[in-house]
């Protein structure tokens, strides 16, 4: 009978779990909405009535600074308060008004009519009375005023003061009456997950139960069956009912069985069978086995004839084609123990030089067994070279050669003489086997003939050795030769590269006069090649003639040649046909020859025209720095002066102080420029290099310049222009370029100041219509301390540091400084930078890092991951970067906290996080500080402390971009979660879910709208 179709097991348990599950998420969802609804209209309440208290405080405000305008104008009666006063008048009103409208339009707008109506009727007195009392003021009537505020305005301001803290206060506990309902409802939510929880585990508890009942105590019996089945017993299972997996189970294990039952009395006979083949089988397989044993005996005859024939062929190879002797040594003597089945070889020479016997060469024996010499031979050696045959002996052996384990007892010698192609000794061969027996006829023959190959190949090893030995003398006497004249080629090469780069020029001539040698030095100085080869008067009299003045060069000249004179040092100057003036000082001294005993002479020209207007310089920093100094401090301590010996008016008093503050700051500014030009000079001046908005900083510079000195300043500004600049920098090299503008066009009226982009450059210019700079003074223009020198500009103060100072800091943007001048007409300075390039963000690791190092390490880590990178050194660029930014999102970003500029790591982190579509991107913090005590890891954000290790940065990257992207996770401190919401929300942050822990409110942020 074919049993019906039933449901399975895990179709009855899928079953029973879905209809419990689904029962209680129907139980805890109802809950949760009915809570969370009502928590959601709590909140907007309590955000609208912050909102109205805000309002009221800043009315408040409002009208106490309403009143402090009044007061000022009372007390110091300047109209710039009555207007001040006027102006904040009409604006309270009109906020009064719209507030007060406000509350009356609200559901709760009754419960403020009294104190609202008292508030406008004290306005309305106080604005009357206020009138009044300004009409007083204008007529100087004050002690009407002061009756009236006493009567009047006092108590109207304070009757204003009182309601509006009586709302206030109403406010604040409706606030918290809200906020208190809050947290009762938040309470309550907080038990829901643990009735989740128990309703879970109930669930739990029927499952297991029914499993248990209707699954695991079938499977435990079929288990116990099919245990006993493999012990070799055969068992059956009482069969049920069942129609679903188990039933078929239990059916399925009988019929295994009863089969492996058949089968084991079917294998009981066929095993009977094969034990009579196996029989029959060993007999055949002892007769195949003895005939194997017979061909394995000849096999093993053969191997060892071809082994010995491998190592005599071998042998014999190794023989020639060495080069060296030791290297024929290595390879010969170890190739002929092998092929003779020896264990240790000496070789032993005559040295015709000392007469002894040498070893040249020993292998196998223990270290100091055998010397390096022998003074005579004896014995078997002896008898081995007399007589021109071998010997063999056996001998007991030592402790050093009984070996490693100790079990060698005896060891046999051969001693072999070698001889040449004329049958004539030229040395010893000793071989030794340890533990061996002797050897027969064959062997000796052999060994004869291996020995005779070696002494023939050992004779030409030595004939090409002495031969080698002599090319190699030769090659290291021509390399002594060779090194010897390049010695004294580059000695001679290094004295001419010495005399040529040195800044004097030197002339040497004989003793008679003639010039013999000269340097390029003096060609570039003086034109000194046509004065080659011709006399050093001659060329002392040419300099004469150029020098302005009576001299007596020349004289002095000849009394050193003749001996009046041991030495000669003379300055003299000479004019250029262009009318400049170059200083020079000459150096004479005789130089000895030790080998004709005639001296020369050595003639030293050092141009000192650098020096001369560095003294220049020197003289007009000290002129000027004493009159700039000296200006300031007299005008300073003339004022004090007054101020400590004479009773003056306050107001002179203010002027004075006003004008000693000036003065002051004046000698602070130009104390701060000579230390500015000092630092850029020696190096020391750092910048902070960061993206700046050019078109801000020009625009805000030339507005503090508006209108001083009469000047209006022009404005030509295109907008947002970005450069990678020093702000702090850039800003004074406008202040100096407009000030120096302003100051030189004293007869003008305006001056003219454009910013424009040409491709991948910013253009700054600065015109003036003033004096204009003179031909002359155009290449000195941005030499310190240099001014033109004219009683117009004599007039005009300054240090002549300004253009220096703004020449150093373009410099070191790697800009450049121009100008156009015309006499009379005026001057333009154009300052040319390049533009700021945003770096594009999509798709890549950025790497935020001012440290260039520890920035190519971790992108060239990267990269060979192939992951792409982009490095940037400041969070200005960085977020200027991301702002930038509209295709895909960061892969991922390293972030330093502390960079260049005045931004840190976490404002870039801050605007990456509060970026519409970018939020959810990972963040690593790499920094030395500690991390914050508000911070707390999340799964787009990690914390790694330098220093670290590149492996475990890429272990954390890897963990963060294999995330699945999600909404980004913000953690706050404890503190109120409707405000930290609220808070949010005015950022564009919705908030999603707002989970309280212990020590946090930990908030999920939706996502925007175009990705939802």
């Not at 390096?372 to 021109?388: D, N, V």
């Not at 390399?479 to 590269?497: A, I, T």
């Not at 223009?781 to 373009?810: C, H, M, P, W």
Request: with cysteine.
């Amino acid at each position: 009978m074919i049993p019906l179709p039933s449901r399975s097991v895990a179709s009855k348990v899928s079953l029973l779990i879905v209809l419990v599950m689904t029962l209680f998420a129907a139980v805890v969802l109802s809950a949760g909405l009915l809570m969370n609804n009502h928590i959601t209209g709590t909140r907007e309440k309590l955000e609208l009535e912050l909102q109205d208290q805000a309002l009221v405080e800043k009315l408040h405000s409002e009208s106490q600074a309403v009143v402090s305008d009044l007061r000022a104008y009372l007390a110091f009666g300047r109209e710039q308060f009555l207007n001040e006063f006027l102006h904040r008048q009409q604006t309270f009103g009109e906020m009064l008004d719209q507030v007060s409208g406000r509350f009356q339009s609200r559901d709760y707008g009754e419960k403020y009519t009294d104190s609202w109506d008292a508030i406008r009727e004290a306005w309305s007195n106080y604005r009357n009375s206020s009138a009044v009392v300004i009409e007083l003021k204008k007529s100087g009537d004050m002690e009407k005023i002061e009756q009236m505020s006493s009567t009047t305005t006092t108590g109207s301001v304070t009757e204003m003061s009182r309601n509006f803290n009586t709302i206030l206060a109403a406010q604040t506990e409706s606030v918290e009456r809200w906020l208190d309902d809050n947290r009762r409802r938040t309470d309550l939510l907080i038990l829901l997950p643990l009735f989740a929880v128990a309703g879970a585990a109930a669930a739990g508890l029927l499952l297991v139960i029914y499993l248990r009942r209707s699954v695991i105590t079938p499977i435990i019996r079929a288990d116990r069956a099919v245990n006993q089945i493999a012990g070799g017993e055969y068992a059956e299972l009482a069969v049920s009912s069942r129609h679903d997996e188990l039933g078929r189970l239990e059916r399925g294990i009988n019929i295994m069985s009863r089969q492996l039952k058949q089968r084991h009395d079917a294998l009981q006979e066929t095993n009977k069978e094969l034990i009579d083949q196996r029989d029959l089988l060993e007999a055949q397989n002892e007769e195949i086995s003895a005939q194997q044993i017979e061909q394995q005996e000849m096999l093993f005859k053969l191997t060892d004839r071809e082994r010995e024939l491998e190592l005599i062929s071998s042998y014999q190879e190794k023989l020639a084609g060495h080069v060296e002797m030791r290297a024929f040594l290595d390879h010969s003597v170890t190739a002929l123990l092998q092929a003779l089945h020896q264990d240790s070889a000496v070789l032993i020479a005559p040295n015709p030089e000392t007469s002894e016997y040498d070893v040249i060469y020993a292998y196998g024996y223990p270290e100091g067994a055998v010397p390096a010499s022998f003074k005579e031979l004896f014995g078997p050696s002896r008898r081995t070279l007399a007589e021109k045959q071998p010997l063999y002996r056996n001998r007991p052996l030592d402790s050093d050669e009984r070996g490693i384990h100790g079990g060698y007892a005896c060891a046999r010698d051969q001693y072999y003489p070698l001889l040449d192609e004329q049958s004539s000794p030229i040395g010893l061969l000793l071989l030794t086997a340890y533990g061996a027996n002797e050897e027969n006829d064959t062997q000796h023959r052999l060994a004869y003939g291996l020995v005779r190959q070696f002494a023939l190949a050992f004779t030409a090893q030595m004939t090409n050795e002495e031969r080698r030995k002599q090319a190699y003398l030769l090659e290291e006497l021509n390399e002594e030769l060779s090194q010897e004249r390049d010695g004294l080629q580059q000695q001679r090469d290094l004295v001419r590269r010495i005399v040529e780069s040195i800044h004097e020029g030197m002339v040497m001539c004989d003793r008679n006069g003639r010039i013999v040698f000269s340097n390029e030095r003096m060609n570039e100085m003086f034109g000194f090649d046509r004065f080659s080869g011709s006399s050093v008067l001659d060329f002392c009299r040419y300099l004469e003639a150029g020098m302005p003045g009576k001299t007596r060069l020349c004289d002095f000249t000849e009394a050193v040649m003749n001996g009046s004179m041991d030495e000669l040092q003379e300055r003299f100057t000479i004019s250029r046909e262009d009318g400049r003036e170059r200083h020079y000082e000459l150096y004479v001294n005789a130089i000895p020859d030790p080998v004709e005993h005639t001296p020369s002479y050595l003639f030293v020209f050092r141009d000192r025209t650098s020096e001369e207007m560095a003294d220049e310089m020197k003289n007009e920093f000290i002129s000027i720095v004493s009159h700039e100094l000296r200006t300031p401090l007299a005008t300073v301590l003339g004022f004090m002066e007054i101020l400590l010996h004479r009773d003056i008016a306050k107001e002179k008093q203010k002027k004075y102080m006003e004008t000693i503050y000036k003065e002051a700051n004046r000698l602070s500014n130009l104390i701060n420029d000579f230390l500015d030009l000092q630092r850029m000079e020696s190096g020391k001046q750092t910048y902070q290099m960061v993206p700046a908005n050019l078109s801000a900083i020009v625009r805000d510079v030339a507005e503090q310049w508006q209108g001083k000195h009469n000047h209006r300043a022009e404005l030509r500004i295109e907008p947002d222009v970005f450069v990678t600049a020093d702000i702090d920098r850039m800003t004074q090299v406008m202040h100096n370029l407009i000030s120096n503008a302003v100051k030189y066009s004293p007869d003008s009226d305006k001056i003219v100041v454009k910013l424009r982009k040409e491709g991948e450059h910013a253009i700054v210019e600065v015109r003036d219509f003033g004096l204009g700079i003179p031909e002359d003074a155009k290449e000195k223009l941005f030499s310190k301390f240099y001014r033109v020198d004219n009683s117009d500009r004599r007039q005009i103060g300054g240090t002549g540091l300004g253009l220096a100072i703004v020449k150093e800091i373009v410099d070191s943007h790697n800009g450049t400084l121009s100008f156009d001048s015309e006499l009379g007409q005026g001057s333009t300075f154009r300052v040319r930078l390049r533009t700021y390039s945003v770096s594009g963000l999509g798709g890549k690791i950025v790497i935020v890092e001012d440290d260039e190092n520890l920035s190519k390490l971790i992108a060239v880590a990267f990269e060979k991951l192939q992951s792409p990178t982009v490095r940037i050194r400041s969070a200005e660029d960085a977020i200027l970067s991301l702002r930038d930014t509209s295709d895909r999102a960061p892969l991922l970003c390293i972030v330093d906290i502390q960079l260049e500029g005045t931004k840190s790591g976490w404002d870039f982190i801050t605007e990456l996080l509060q970026h519409p579509v970018y939020s959810g991107t990972p963040v690593i913090v790499s920094t030395v500080l500690e991390p914050p005590k508000h911070f707390l890891e999340t799964e787009t954000g990690k914390f790694l402390r330098k220093p670290f290790t590149i492996d475990r940065l890429l272990e954390l990257a890897s963990g963060l971009m294999e995330r699945t992207p999600h909404q980004a996770s913000v953690v706050f401190p404890v503190q109120d979660e409707a405000a930290v919401a609220a808070a949010l929300e005015q950022k564009g942050l919705r908030v999603a879910d707002l989970k309280i822990n212990r020590d946090t409110i930990e908030v999920e942020v939706k996502k925007h709208d175009r990705d939802e």
